[in-house]
């Protein structure tokens, strides 16, 4: 493939300084619309050392306005961010929407200088791939705009701007011994790169060859690239705003007749004596606090999701769950209605900056899994988009464990007759009013439809990496004490 481009291409000075004109016109007016269309924007450039990135993206966003876009120029990943899945730190530095955000390297060093330098397995390049892929086409189809540049030079083209960097005093340090080591890989690269292109060349995120042997041509073809993808990106928008979607908000009623059910066979009869559950209680609180600090020692980050019923005893199971635990170690995250820079973002992006670093625990007090429950039911989200997220949420669980993170998934399972007792109790309970309110009551006239979405859920997202684990929770006793003793026997079985 990239022997086959001619990297002769060249522009006249007068044609190049017409063209450029017009252009940046172009691209300041388009950097406009795609702020006032709310398009978040995501441009990478990849290429060989000496390519001229750092100079091609200056010239690219000389026309734009600088309060729109920022630039983020990586590096190999510091202490914290090798401590997380490596998509971690690009998803925290994903745009809200009307904003552009330029790379100057990316995530494809994983794929790229870390493969050569040998420093990923086989599997884990196949995780790589099939990572990248899926990160883009989640932000591709939430609507984020993905502009992927590989600026290729001749080796022969290569040598020859090293050599010039290192003639003068002021540009020597720019070149290292790494840059002239990749100089004679030169040829091996050449397949990386074009495995890389042909894994990752996507409808949704197409890679463009930018010959950059000449600044000028290389600075009009980037311009014109982006000028087209951004006036597409916008009559797309536009297009699909003229277009009514009448019924796309409405919650579908749910089908009893023949549906897959799994909270029916539930036996919420389960319970435990007082003594028992303060025994299990102490015994498994010890063994816990014990497989911390062991969690810690061997850096094995651990995701415990909480979802349920209102009032199905979240709270009460986080609260023993943490009793004994070092609170260094551990991060409760109360996930409540997303705040406007939140709705700015794809709607993983919160949960993504929350990700634990490895050895610590991030606890989750409802989750991800709202955009298939609440948002589905209450219409804040399309049909479309809540029925994609089953596959989004699959892969970002994946990602984790992949990355070595233990997962687990509970859902806190009470009948309708135990909440409205509850809800009874604590409007009764000065001290357990805060905990009750209108919406809660609310809620309960759609328990068919929750219902309906929960059963679904668990159906479709319960994974050998990532299970859901439904407890019984009528008995507040046993529902503690199970959730207990499934952590302690999943981080036993991990630490094996």
Same mark, same amino acid.
């Given at each position: 493939?990239?022997?086959?481009?001619?990297?002769?291409?060249?522009?006249?000075?007068?044609?190049?300084?017409?063209?450029?004109?017009?252009?940046?016109?172009?691209?300041?007016?388009?950097?406009?619309?795609?702020?006032?269309?709310?398009?978040?924007?995501?441009?990478?450039?990849?290429?060989? &050392?000496?390519?001229?990135?750092?100079? *091609?993206?200056?010239?690219?966003?000389?026309?734009?306005?600088?309060?729109?876009?920022?630039?983020?120029?990586?590096?190999?990943?510091?202490?914290?961010?090798?401590?997380?899945?490596? *998509?971690?730190?690009?998803?925290?530095?994903?745009?809200?929407?009307?904003?552009?955000?330029?790379?100057?390297?990316?995530?494809?060093?994983?794929?790229?200088?870390?493969?050569?330098?040998?420093?990923?397995?086989?599997?884990?390049?196949?995780?790589?791939?099939?990572?990248?892929?899926?990160?883009?086409?989640?932000?591709?189809?939430? &609507?984020?705009?993905?502009?992927?540049?590989?600026? =290729?030079?001749?080796?022969?083209?290569?040598?020859?701007?090293?050599?010039?960097?290192?003639?003068?005093?002021?540009?020597?340090?720019?070149?290292?011994?790494?840059?002239?080591? =990749?100089?004679?890989?030169?040829?091996?690269?050449?397949?990386?790169?074009?495995?890389?292109?042909?894994?990752?060349?996507?409808?949704?995120?197409?890679?463009?060859?930018?010959?950059?042997?000449?600044?000028?041509?290389?600075?009009?073809?980037?311009?014109?690239?982006?000028?087209?993808?951004?006036?597409?990106?916008?009559?797309?928008?536009?297009?699909?705003?003229?277009?009514?979607?009448?019924?796309?908000?409405?919650?579908?009623?749910?089908?009893?007749?023949?549906?897959?059910?799994?909270?029916? &066979?539930?036996?919420?009869?389960?319970?435990?004596?007082?003594?028992?559950?303060?025994?299990?209680?102490?015994?498994?609180?010890?063994?816990?606090?014990?497989?911390?600090?062991?969690?810690?020692?061997?850096?094995?980050?651990?995701?415990?999701?909480?979802?349920?019923?209102?009032? &199905?005893?979240?709270?009460?199971?986080?609260?023993?769950?943490?009793?004994?635990?070092?609170?260094?170690?551990?991060?409760?995250?109360?996930?409540?209605?997303?705040?406007?820079?939140?709705?700015?973002?794809?709607?993983?992006?919160?949960?993504?900056?929350?990700?634990?670093?490895?050895?610590?625990?991030?606890?989750?007090?409802?989750?991800?899994?709202?955009?298939?429950?609440?948002?589905?039911?209450?219409?804040?989200?399309?049909?479309?988009?809540?029925?994609?997220?089953?596959?989004?949420?699959?892969?970002?669980?994946?990602?984790?464990?992949?990355?070595?993170?233990?997962?687990?998934?509970?859902?806190?399972?009470?009948?309708?007759?135990?909440?409205?007792?509850?809800?009874?109790?604590?409007?009764?309970?000065?001290?357990?009013?805060?905990?009750?309110?209108?919406?809660?009551?609310?809620?309960?006239?759609?328990?068919?439809?929750?219902?309906?979405?929960?059963?679904?859920?668990?159906?479709?997202?319960?994974?050998?990496?990532?299970?859901?684990?439904?407890?019984?929770?009528?008995?507040?006793?046993?529902?503690?004490?199970?959730?207990?003793?499934?952590?302690?026997?999943?981080?036993?079985?991990?630490?094996?």
């Amino acid at each position: 493939m990239l022997e086959c481009i001619d990297l002769s291409k060249k522009l006249k000075k007068k044609e190049a300084k017409e063209l450029l004109d017009r252009l940046d016109a172009k691209v300041a007016r388009l950097q406009r619309e795609a702020k006032a269309c709310g398009i978040p924007v995501m441009i990478i450039f990849e290429g060989w &050392g000496a390519s001229g990135k750092g100079t *091609l993206i200056n010239r690219l966003i000389q026309p734009m306005d600088p309060r729109g876009f920022k630039v983020y120029t990586i590096q190999k990943e510091n202490e914290e961010e090798a401590m997380r899945p490596f *998509l971690w730190r690009f998803w925290t530095k994903t745009p809200a929407k009307g904003r552009m955000h330029l790379f100057d390297r990316s995530w494809y060093n994983r794929v790229l200088k870390d493969r050569m330098d040998g420093r990923v397995s086989k599997e884990q390049l196949m995780n790589a791939y099939n990572e990248i892929v899926s990160f883009e086409e989640q932000l591709s189809v939430d &609507g984020t705009l993905i502009i992927k540049f590989f600026l =290729h030079i001749s080796k022969k083209e290569q040598k020859k701007r090293f050599e010039k960097l290192e003639a003068s005093e002021e540009t020597r340090w720019r070149v290292t011994a790494e840059d002239w080591k =990749h100089n004679k890989q030169y040829d091996e690269y050449v397949g990386v790169y074009e495995d890389m292109m042909e894994k990752t060349d996507t409808d949704f995120a197409p890679w463009t060859i930018i010959e950059a042997t000449d600044r000028e041509y290389a600075s009009a073809k980037i311009l014109a690239t982006v000028s087209d993808m951004l006036e597409a990106k916008i009559k797309e928008v536009n297009t699909a705003k003229a277009i009514p979607a009448a019924e796309e908000a409405k919650p579908d009623e749910p089908e009893t007749t023949f549906r897959t059910s799994v909270l029916d &066979g539930v036996d919420l009869s389960k319970s435990l004596s007082k003594d028992v559950y303060k025994k299990k209680l102490d015994e498994l609180q010890t063994k816990l606090s014990k497989m911390h600090s062991e969690l810690y020692r061997r850096r094995i980050p651990v995701v415990l999701a909480f979802e349920g019923w209102d009032a &199905g005893g979240k709270g009460g199971a986080i609260k023993r769950l943490t009793a004994r635990l070092d609170p260094r170690g551990y991060e409760v995250i109360p996930t409540a209605s997303p705040n406007d820079i939140e709705k700015a973002h794809h709607y993983l992006w919160r949960f993504w900056n929350n990700m634990p670093k490895a050895g610590h625990i991030a606890i989750f007090d409802r989750t991800w899994y709202g955009r298939v429950m609440v948002e589905r039911i209450e219409g804040f989200c399309t049909k479309a988009e809540w029925q994609r997220a089953y596959k989004e949420i699959n892969q970002m669980e994946e990602h984790l464990a992949n990355a070595g993170t233990v997962i687990i998934k509970f859902w806190m399972h009470i009948d309708k007759d135990e909440q409205e007792r509850r809800f009874k109790e604590r409007m009764e309970n000065p001290e357990k009013q805060w905990k009750i309110t209108d919406e809660d009551w609310r809620n309960r006239e759609k328990w068919p439809q929750y219902e309906e979405a929960v059963n679904e859920m668990i159906v479709r997202t319960s994974t050998p990496h990532a299970p859901w684990v439904i407890v019984e929770g009528n008995s507040k006793y046993y529902a503690r004490v199970k959730v207990l003793q499934t952590v302690v026997d999943a981080l036993e079985e991990r630490l094996k």
